[in-house]
Nanobody, 126 residues
């Protein structure tokens, strides 16, 4: 069982930056795809970014493309999300997730991910 723990959330003004981290309790040999999702209460959890931890391939949802950068440090079992040019629309609870397998085409599907963190709140004020 892989446990994920996010950190780095907080409050920032529009135009500011935050870097989220997600530390895994262990490396699971088949968790080759990891992602960041976000959710406002009452709304569906939506994908933000995904990364192949073996090949380094990344992918972003349209609202964050060009502003957010996902990365992974295999030596530290840690996933990152660098968020720049934040807007109030980015205010959400952010979750990291790890998926079993290599089905890259499922990278933005919530059901593909087996392990989830508890989330970290990001609040952007105007």
């Amino acid at each position: 069982q892989v446990q994920l723990m996010e950190s780095g959330g907080g409050s920032v003004q529009a135009g500011g930056s935050l870097r989220l981290s997600c530390t895994a309790s262990e490396h699971h040999y088949s968790t080759n795809i990891m992602g960041w999702f976000r959710q406002v209460p009452g709304n569906e959890r939506e994908a933000v970014a995904a990364i192949s931890t073996t090949g380094g391939i990344t992918s972003y949802s349209d609202p964050v493309k060009g502003r957010f950068t996902i990365s992974h440090d295999n030596t530290k079992n840690t996933l990152y999300l660098q968020m720049n040019s934040l807007t109030p629309e980015d205010t959400d609870m952010y979750y990291c997730a790890a998926a079993m397998g290599d089905a890259w085409y499922l990278r933005f599907s919530r059901s593909f991910y087996s392990f989830w963190g508890e989330g970290t709140q990001v609040t952007v004020s105007s």
